[in-house]
């Protein structure tokens, strides 16, 4: 598998529910970073999260990195219609920036 | 504040035809650029970055080249358009190399 693996593939929640992904890679890191991306459109920057870092907040956005394990999650609080996109991991690594496929989230109403 | 601008939004080609896209950043200077393409229902594949101008680094060998001739300009070209090029183009620029990455709108691009 690639570095910056998003898991799940797919996920649809009930409007209000919090919605969780997932992201792991391989090798060590120095910054990961998640990105939204609404159908057809540019990338949005959520969140960076240094290796040095075990948890960063943005709003109903919450990031948790575990270096030991390789992986970040992100939170999504309280989802909204407008939270239905695709989120992307990316990991910053021996200066180059790996993107991982992406979690597409449908908020249903 | 910062904006990037891509441009044209949508495209169709036939193949073996040339392409130009353009992307130009604005309220910032001397921004760490990159061009990316992005396969339908995919992630972002690095094609070219450039820390200055007429500084370009290729990625992935291919039928595309990169040029920046302004600070705040970069263009992604190719000589003859192959059916495997079509897909979204992402530009997007950054204050540091590989940190926080701010992207334009995206082309997409149809070889016929």
């Known amino acids: 598998s690639q570095q910056g693996e998003e898991d799940p593939q797919a996920l649809s929640i009930q409007e209000g529910e919090n919605a969780t992904m997932n992201c792991s890679y391989k090798?060590?890191?120095?910054?990961l970073q998640w990105y939204r991306q609404n159908s057809g459109r540019g990338l949005v920057h959520l969140i960076l999260i240094r290796s040095n870092e075990r948890e960063k907040h943005s709003g109903r956005l919450r990031v948790t990195l575990d270096t030991s394990k390789k992986s970040s999650s992100l939170l999504i609080t309280a989802s909204r219609a407008a939270d239905t996109a695709s989120y992307f991991c990316?990991?910053?690594?021996?200066?180059?920036?790996?993107w991982g496929a992406g979690t597409k989230l449908i908020i249903k109403p | 504040s910062q904006t990037i601008h891509q441009w044209p939004a949508t495209l169709v080609q036939p193949v073996g035809s040339p392409l130009s896209l353009e992307c130009t950043v604005e309220g910032t200077s001397n921004p760490n650029l990159y061009w990316y393409r992005q396969a339908a229902g995919r992630g972002l594949q690095l094609l070219f970055y450039s820390v200055g101008i007429g500084q370009i680094s290729s990625e992935v060998p291919q039928n595309l080249s990169a040029s920046r001739p302004q600070d705040r300009q970069f263009i992604l070209s190719s000589k003859k358009l192959l059916l495997s090029d079509s897909g979204f183009y992402l530009c997007?620029?950054?204050?540091?190399?590989?940190?926080?990455?701010?992207f334009g709108p995206g082309t997409r691009l149809l070889v016929l």
């Open positions: 990316a990991t910053n690594s021996n200066y180059q920036l790996i």
């Open positions: 090798t060590s890191i120095n910054n």
């Open positions: 997007a620029w950054s204050r540091d190399r590989w940190e926080t990455q701010y």
